[in-house]
């Protein structure tokens, strides 16, 4: 069984930065891509987006909403991901969940941030 443990997030103004980490345990956490999900407000969980992704080898992926904006990195030494978010905007706002193995692997239990205007 992979347990992910979420820290980062909380409230910031548009404009500022937050950055979240997870870091994942488990047979063959390591193998898999990690990831973060998020769900807006008001949106069922089951239609959360993606929004980044890391792959074991470090090819990453991001939503073209936060491109440029949100940096994702990997420690694979330590099953840790890191998400560097700036510039947020209130759209931003959302339950951030880290995933391991994309959208049909494991979640994490989410992390709330919120982007005030």
């Known amino acids: 069984q992979v347990q992910l443990v979420e820290s980062g997030g909380g409230s910031v103004q548009t404009g500022g930065s937050l950055n979240l980490s997870c870091t994942a345990s488990g047979p063959f956490a390591s193998s898999y891509s990690m990831g973060w999900y998020r769900q807006a407000p008001g949106i069922e969980r089951s239609k959360s987006e993606l929004v980044v992704g890391i792959s074991k080898e470090g090819t990453t992926f991001y939503q073209d909403s936060v491109q440029g904006r949100f940096t994702i990195n990997r420690d694979n030494a330590k099953n840790t991901i890191h998400l560097q978010m700036r510039y947020l905007r209130p759209d931003d706002t959302a339950v951030y969940y880290c995933?391991?193995?994309?959208?049909?692997?494991?979640w994490g239990r989410g992390t709330q941030v919120t982007v005030v205007s």
């Open positions: 995933t391991v193995g994309g959208g049909g692997g494991y």
